[in-house]
């Protein structure tokens, strides 16, 4: 079993749905969570980050971390077609960071 | 500011064969990674270096080599290419004391696309 569980879709919803993308992992001592989006055929790039549990939201992005049942979220409201990418849940408490399967997201106008 | 670059692009190379994938960063980063992304698998950790003339193995380091001797660059070596390294092949670099921005957020290159048949 992977230390990050990321269901790898693929998700296809319309253009102003709300998307819900989840994580699961299992090292208590990870401290650190982050979001990569990667287009296609491009490299991944940071979109968020979160330092031990709770919320941080950034424009239509909010990211969740529940630290008592080892859960990560990123919720995306009024999804729009630019935001068609794959998306990486990613963990660690040193410089090493584990990266779940990826999920790939599709937003149809 | 070219960021992270990585030498080849796209290489296709036959069962046996040997390469060595270059990796350059300008960002005077410690750290560098590794890694290599398949359908269905994520990210997954090759090798990584935490600073100049140090490595260590990742998840699936085997059939793999890297070097760092110098600070900027990051090579992986594949001595006897084998089907199942057929992947894209993504190289990072992050530095621990950054003061702005995410603690460890690594910084990707374009990735290589390696075929072997």
């Known amino acids: 079993q992977k230390e990050v569980e990321q269901d790898p879709g693929p998700l296809s919803v319309p253009e102003g749905a709300i998307v819900s993308l989840n994580c699961t992992y299992s090292n208590s001592a990870f401290q650190y969570f982050m979001w990569y989006r990667q287009y296609s055929r491009k490299g991944p790039e940071l979109l968020m980050y979160t330092y031990s549990s709770g919320n941080k939201e950034d424009g239509r992005f909010t990211a969740q971390v529940d630290k008592s049942s080892k859960y990560i979220s990123l919720f995306i409201r009024d999804s729009q077609p630019s935001d068609s990418a794959t998306y990486l849940c990613?963990?660690?408490?040193?410089?090493?960071?584990?990266f779940g399967q990826g999920t790939t997201l599709q937003v149809k106008p | 500011n070219a960021g992270v670059t990585q030498t080849p692009k796209f290489r296709v190379l036959k069962t046996g064969q040997s390469m060595t994938l270059l990796c350059a960063q300008d960002?005077?980063?410690?750290?560098m990674y590794w890694y290599r992304q398949d359908p269905g698998m994520g990210l997954r950790l090759i090798h990584y270096?935490?600073?100049?003339?140090?490595?260590a193995k990742g998840e699936v380091p085997d059939g793999y080599n890297v070097s760092r001797l110098k600070k900027q660059n990051f090579l992986l070596g594949l001595e006897s290419a084998a089907p199942s390294q057929t992947s894209v092949y993504f190289c990072?670099?992050?530095?621990?004391?950054?003061?702005?921005?995410?603690?460890?957020?690594?910084?990707f290159g374009p990735g290589t696309r390696l075929t072997v048949t």
């Open positions: 270096s935490v600073g100049e003339g140090t490595t």
């Open positions: 960002m005077n980063h410690e750290y």
């Open positions: 990613s963990s660690g408490n040193t410089g090493k960071l584990i």
């Open positions: 990072a670099s992050s530095d621990p004391d950054l003061e702005d921005g995410a603690p460890y957020e690594q910084y």
